[in-house]
Nanobody, 125 residues
Framework: QVQLVESGGGLVQAGGSLRLSCEASERTFSTYQMGWFRQAPGKEREFVARIRWSGDSAYYAVAVKGRFTISRDDAKNTLYLQMYSLKPEDTAVYFC??????????????????WGQGTQVTVSS
């Protein structure tokens, strides 16, 4: 079972940047597809970005494409989400998620088997 711990959230002004990290307990981290999701108050959890187990392919939600970058460092068992040009509508709890490579290009929350506890990102206007 993979345990995931997010960090790096906080309060930032609109236009600012943050980098989220997600550290995994699993030594076979490099064999997992990884993703970021977010959930704003009163809204459903939504997909943000995912990265292939090999790190050679990433995919983003339209709302964040061009502003967010997902990456992974398998030597550190860590997933990252670099966020630039943040907007108030980016305010949410951000979750990292992992799933085995058998899930091909997963983009829905139901396809991810393991979740972190979330980290709050608040963007003020």
């Amino acid at each position: 079972q993979v345990q995931l711990v997010e960090s790096g959230g906080g309060l930032v002004q609109a236009g600012g940047s943050l980098r989220l990290s997600c550290e995994a307990s699993e030594r076979t981290f490099s064999t997992y597809q990884m993703g970021w999701f977010r959930q704003a108050p009163g809204k459903e959890r939504e997909f943000v970005a995912r990265i292939r187990w090999s790190g050679d392919s990433a995919y983003y939600a339209v709302a964040v494409k061009g502003r967010f970058t997902i990456s992974r460092d398998d030597a550190k068992n860590t997933l990252y989400l670099q966020m630039y040009s943040l907007k108030p509508e980016d305010t949410a709890v951000y979750f990292c998620a992992a799933t085995p490579v058998s899930y091909y290009l997963p983009t829905t929350s139901s396809e991810y088997l393991y979740w972190g506890q979330g980290t709050q990102v608040t963007v003020s206007s």
